[in-house]
C-alpha cells in the first residue's frame, strides 16, 4: 500500500496538499493546547504529518509504523533519520521511549485490536486521535456518530473533545490542481458542489477527531 502510494498518490504528496492537510492541522492545534513537548506518533506512515509538525514548531518528535517502506519514505521527506523506527504498534516495547503526548490518526480503523494498542499507551497522557465516518475496503470499522466513537474508546480514553473532520472531495488540494478540478467539472454541478466544499460531513465523508487523556 505505502509502496503503491496510497489513492492517487496521497501518501507522498507535500503535506500542504494533501486531503489529510485539515486534519492534520487540528491534530497540531491539539497538541499545543496540551502543551506537549515530546509527541509519539502511532502509526505515522509516510511522514506527512510529522514533517509539518517539525516544520511549523520546535517540539520533539518520534514516529514508529509497521511499514519499513512507510518509515524509510519518512526519513527521506524529512532530512531526519533519527525520528522514525519500525515497530508493532501492539507491541507494549514499541513505546519505551519518552513521551508526553500521543498522536495517532487513521491508524485505529485499520486493526483489528485496536483496543490493545490503546492499551499500551501510558496513563493521563493526552491522546489525539481519528477514525473515519466512512466505509472502504482496508477499514475494519468506521463510525456514523460520535456515541459510538465514545462507546468504542471511552473505557480507555477520558474522551473530552469528538471533532467533525470534513475530508476534501479532492486527494491534492494544492491550489493548481483546485484550478484545475474547477475546470474540468464546470459542467458537473454535484461534483463541484463537492469540490467547493458545500457538501455536508455525513456527505462529504471525514474523521472524527477525538481528544482525552489516556485513563
Same mark, same amino acid.
Given at each position: %500500500?505505502?509502496a503503491d502510494?496510497?489513492? +492517487?498518490?496521497?501518501?507522498?504528496?507535500?503535506?500542504?496538499h494533501?486531503?489529510?492537510?485539515?486534519?492534520?492541522?487540528?491534530?497540531?492545534k491539539e497538541?499545543?493546547?496540551? *502543551?506537549?513537548?515530546q509527541?509519539?506518533?502511532?502509526?505515522?506512515?509516510?511522514?506527512?504529518?510529522a514533517? %509539518?509538525? %517539525?516544520?511549523?514548531?520546535?517540539?520533539?518528535?518520534? /514516529?514508529?509504523?509497521?511499514? *519499513?517502506?512507510a518509515? +524509510?519514505?519518512?526519513?527521506?521527506?524529512?532530512?531526519?533519520p533519527?525520528?522514525?523506527?519500525?515497530?508493532?504498534a501492539?507491541?507494549?516495547d *514499541?513505546?519505551?521511549?519518552?513521551y508526553?503526548?500521543?498522536?495517532?490518526?487513521e491508524?485505529? +480503523?485499520?486493526?483489528?485490536?485496536?483496543?490493545?494498542?490503546?492499551?499500551n499507551?501510558?496513563?493521563q497522557?493526552?491522546?489525539?486521535?481519528s477514525?473515519?465516518?466512512?466505509p472502504?475496503?482496508n477499514h475494519?470499522?468506521?463510525f456514523? +456518530?460520535?456515541?459510538e466513537?465514545? *462507546?468504542r474508546?471511552?473505557?480507555?480514553?477520558?474522551?473530552?473533545?469528538?471533532l467533525?473532520?470534513?475530508?476534501?472531495?479532492?486527494?491534492?488540494i494544492s491550489?493548481?490542481?483546485y484550478?484545475r478540478a474547477?475546470?474540468?467539472?464546470?459542467?458537473?454541478?454535484?461534483?463541484?458542489?463537492?469540490?467547493?466544499?458545500?457538501?455536508?460531513?455525513?456527505?462529504a465523508? /471525514?474523521?472524527?477527531?477525538?481528544?482525552?487523556?489516556?485513563?
Open positions: %500500500m505505502f502510494g496510497g489513492y +492517487e498518490g496521497t501518501y507522498y504528496l507535500p503535506y500542504r494533501s486531503a489529510y492537510f485539515p486534519l492534520f492541522q487540528r491534530v497540531l497538541v499545543r493546547h496540551y *502543551s506537549g513537548q509527541v509519539l506518533e502511532v502509526g505515522c506512515g509516510t511522514g506527512a504529518f514533517h %509539518m509538525l %517539525m516544520d511549523r514548531t520546535n517540539l520533539r518528535y518520534l /514516529g514508529f509504523d509497521f511499514s *519499513s517502506v518509515i +524509510e519514505a519518512a526519513k527521506r521527506r524529512t532530512n531526519r533519527d525520528a522514525f523506527f519500525v515497530a508493532d501492539t507491541q507494549a *514499541s513505546y519505551a521511549a519518552q508526553d503526548t500521543i498522536v495517532c490518526t491508524v485505529l +480503523e485499520h486493526v483489528q485490536h485496536d483496543l490493545d494498542i490503546i492499551r499507551w501510558r496513563t497522557v493526552p491522546c489525539i486521535c477514525v473515519p465516518n466512512f472502504a475496503e475494519v470499522r468506521f456514523r +456518530e460520535p456515541d466513537v465514545r *462507546s474508546y471511552g473505557d480507555l480514553i477520558a474522551i473530552e473533545t469528538i467533525r473532520i470534513k475530508k476534501p472531495e479532492l486527494s491534492d491550489f493548481q490542481n484550478l474547477l475546470r474540468w467539472n464546470r459542467y458537473r454541478p454535484q461534483r463541484l458542489a463537492a469540490i467547493l466544499g458545500l457538501t455536508s460531513f455525513n456527505q465523508g /471525514g474523521w472524527f477527531l477525538f481528544v482525552g487523556r489516556r485513563k
